[in-house]
């Protein structure tokens, strides 16, 4: 059975920082397109960053480049996205993804989520 089981939300002043985790069970992540993604209250769900499962190319939304990195631990079968300089504006439930097929960082082109984890940036 796929799963993907997150981590690492919670609550944290601006400038801070959290590191999201998301391990992977059922199959094995190094050969899968993963991105995070985000939503905010009244807002779509947006990719934020995503490794490429055709050439392992990284994509960072410009709200999120140079503060955030993402990373898998292929040994750990586990990704993560750490998140530095938080912002009131990153305030959002944050989700890991994964597809064998994607190329992008589109919602629509991911078929595996976890259940979301809630990060909440303090002015």
């Known amino acids: 059975q796929v799963q993907l089981v997150e981590s690492g939300g919670g609550l944290v002043h601006a400038g801070g920082s959290l590191r999201l985790s998301c391990a992977a069970s059922g199959f094995t992540l190094d050969s899968y397109a993963i991105g995070w993604f985000r939503q905010a209250p009244g807002k779509e769900r947006e990719g934020i960053s995503c490794i490429s499962s055709s050439d392992g190319s990284i994509y960072y939304a410009d709200s999120v480049k140079g503060r955030f990195t993402i990373s898998r631990d292929n040994a750990k079968n586990t990704m993560y996205l750490q998140m530095n300089s938080l912002k009131p504006e990153d305030t959002a439930v944050y989700y890991c993804?994964?597809?064998?097929?994607?190329?992008?960082?589109?919602?629509?082109?991911?078929?595996?989520w976890g259940q979301g984890t809630q990060v909440t940036v303090s002015s």
């Open positions: 993804a994964a597809d064998p097929l994607s190329t992008g960082c589109h919602r629509v082109s991911y078929d595996y």
